[in-house]
């Protein structure tokens, strides 16, 4: 076959995929010739613009290296990537919802016990804060052997990541037998997403709010249970309604109080008055086959946290 037109081509260009030997790789490349194609024709793409596209993901790939995963940020600015987490995150009910991961979870964090300190070699200060609560299955029940991958941004809203030195502000928290955590950190503050690169320029060029609401990471997992991949907002952040990833769920908004007693502040190890975070997780059953949450291939840093 041969002398096509905007008309037959896709056709022949999705008859020439039918070779592929994974039927899903198949299926998948179909989909996308056929979408692409139909985007060309419904905007009626010029030259000068597909080059322009070009030019942007080859600049997008320049951008990544071993600490900097711009296509991660392209993929959650577009929305893409709470598309693929709510497609493949259908929790049951009560389960606690499922976000994006972002760019800087790392793997290697310190290990930690209840109670403990995780603004252990903090750069910098923030409102002190004990965080709380219990991991617990759908149907309440307390899980024992959780584990919490705690990450979030220093005060200046510059992740540990994003410069040289040390983890600051991140560790891996064990759940005791009945299913409790607690640890010590700063209240989490609104950020920017990275704005240097060409994400930026794109979130400019569309005028869109390149700020993520304060929060702080979480991927709770448990023997028995699936993984959980997801946030913990802070109530009254003025970016809740513009998140720039679309991460923003109502159930993940979480209460920071002011506590003012200076017995307590004392027993705890912070300083009077403190905040605290009351917030439970609730998991899911594994399910025989269940897809593992995928951490490999969305962070530059290492793979599925165990
Ligand atoms: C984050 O929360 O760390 C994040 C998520 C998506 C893009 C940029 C940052
Ligand atoms: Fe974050």
């Not at 605290?276 to 793979?303: I, M, N, Q, Y």
């Amino acid at each position: 076959m041969r002398q096509f037109n905007e008309e037959t081509l896709t056709a022949e260009v999705v008859a020439r995929l039918k070779k592929t030997k994974n039927p899903r790789f198949r299926e998948i490349m179909t989909s996308a010739v056929k979408h692409l194609h139909a985007f060309a024709r419904d905007v009626k793409l010029t030259e000068e613009e597909w080059f322009e596209g070009i030019k942007f993901m080859t600049s997008v790939g320049q951008k990544c290296d071993d600490k900097r995963q711009e296509f991660i940020l392209l993929s959650d600015v577009l929305g893409l990537s709470m598309m693929v987490v709510a497609l493949n995150h259908k929790t049951a009910p009560g389960a606690t919802e499922a976000t994006v991961l972002g760019p800087f979870f790392a793997h290697g964090a310190k290990e930690y016990g209840y109670g403990a300190d995780l603004r252990e070699g903090a750069t910098m200060q923030g409102e002190e804060v004990w965080v709380s609560g219990r991991v617990l299955s759908v149907d309440g029940k307390p899980i024992a052997d959780a584990a919490l991958d705690i990450w979030q941004a220093k005060a200046d809203g510059i992740y540990d990541l994003q410069t040289e030195g040390e983890f600051e502000l991140r560790g891996r928290v064990k759940a005791n037998d009945k299913g409790e955590y607690a640890f010590k950190s700063y209240k989490p503050k609104f950020y920017s997403i990275p704005m240097d690169g060409p994400v930026g320029d794109l979130v400019r060029a569309t005028h869109n709010n390149h700020m993520r609401p304060a929060h702080m990471h979480a991927i709770v997992s448990a023997p028995g249970y699936q993984q959980v991949i997801t946030h913990v907002f802070v109530e009254g952040d003025p970016y809740l309604d513009g998140d720039a990833v679309f991460a923003v769920k109502n159930s993940l908004v979480g209460k920071y109080q002011k506590v003012n007693n200076a017995a307590e502040a004392k027993k705890l190890g912070l300083s009077n008055p403190f905040l605290k975070l009351e917030f439970d997780f609730r998991l899911s059953p594994d399910k025989p086959g269940a897809r593992k949450a995928v951490t490999r291939s969305t962070s530059p840093h290492g793979g599925t946290p165990r």
